[in-house]
């Protein structure tokens, strides 16, 4: 089996594959203090609540944003999996060029989700993954990665605004009825939520008409059930978009091994 590991700013992402089957994932929150040992045990204690031994998990892959973490896991890898993993990473055969300035500056897991967004959907496309922040993510119909957009997330906002003022207080993050908040809480969750839901439609709106064609738009992360429903533009809602690009790059980089 195969263990895909999606390392980002807030969560990390275990995605176990069984040959082609995603058999399970969980999600625990990135703590970049952690050593070696204590993410072990929280791995391990997910893989065991699945009745699956660690001694079945052949190889890993993994994607991370955070770096000072890399070498935690390839140390967690090489300590109790007995594997040395895959880090998606300059030099690891995408399939995809890359036609951003400078490649090496584009995130691991929008590479990930270019790759699998152009295996499953095609071009053009559009992905926007609601995670700590969120990011837009453009692929030509020659199969391209042409780069894209990053705006403050959901949560970071909200924080930012408490942090920010003195008679604010945290909120939960849920959509109001309406747009004109009848509350201090309704109007901060109107103006977030509803906010983010206009930023989306015109950034995918402006993307759409550089690229001079219709690009299929598609939506992931953790926080996409928050406000997709609300956003009409995304046409597909495919959370699990990370994890299967890990598992294609995987593929393509370890074939026969």
């Known amino acids: 089996m195969l ?12 995605g176990l594959y ?5 058999r399970t994932h969980w999600r625990i929150r990135t703590e970049r203090n952690r050593t070696v040992d204590e993410y072990w045990v929280l791995a391990n204690e997910f ?10 998990i052949d190889d890993i892959v993994i994607s991370c944003v955070v770096p000072p973490l890399i070498p935690v896991f390839e140390e967690l890898s090489r300590k109790y999996f007995k594997t040395e993993p895959l880090v998606v990473g300059p030099g690891i055969k995408t399939g995809i060029p890359i036609l951003y ?7 691991a897991d929008r590479i990930v989700n270019a790759v699998a967004g152009l295996e499953k959907y095609g071009g ?3 992905i926007v993954d609601f995670g700590t922040a969120i990011t837009f993510d453009v692929v030509s119909n020659k199969g391209e990665y042409l780069g894209g957009a ?13 942090k920010s003022t003195a008679k604010l ?21 109107a103006g977030t939520i509803y906010g983010f839901v206009g930023m989306i439609e015109n950034i995918v709106s402006r993307m759409q008409g550089e690229l001079g064609e219709k690009a299929k738009v598609i939506g992931t992360g953790g926080l996409i059930k928050a406000i997709a429903d609300q956003v009409p533009v995304v046409e597909v809602i495919d959370p699990f978009l990370t994890l299967e690009g890990l598992k294609i790059l995987y593929d393509r980089n370890r074939q026969g091994k």
Do not use: W
Not at 3 to 14: C, K, M, P, Q, S
Not at 47 to 56: K, Q, V
């Open 124 to 126: 053009p496309l559009i």
């Open 18 to 22: 069984d040959a082609d089957c995603l």
């Open 150 to 162: 990053i705006f403050p997330g959901l949560q970071i906002s909200m924080e930012a605004l408490y």
């Open 169 to 189: 207080s945290p909120v939960d993050l849920v959509r109001p009825e309406k747009v004109i908040g009848k509350s201090t809480v309704e109007s901060i969750q």
């Open 3 to 14: 263990l895909a590991v999606d390392i980002g700013n807030t969560n990390i992402v275990f």
């Open 47 to 56: 893989i065991l609540l699945n009745d699956i031994t660690t001694g079945t």
């Open 101 to 107: 300035k400078n490649p090496a500056e584009v995130g």
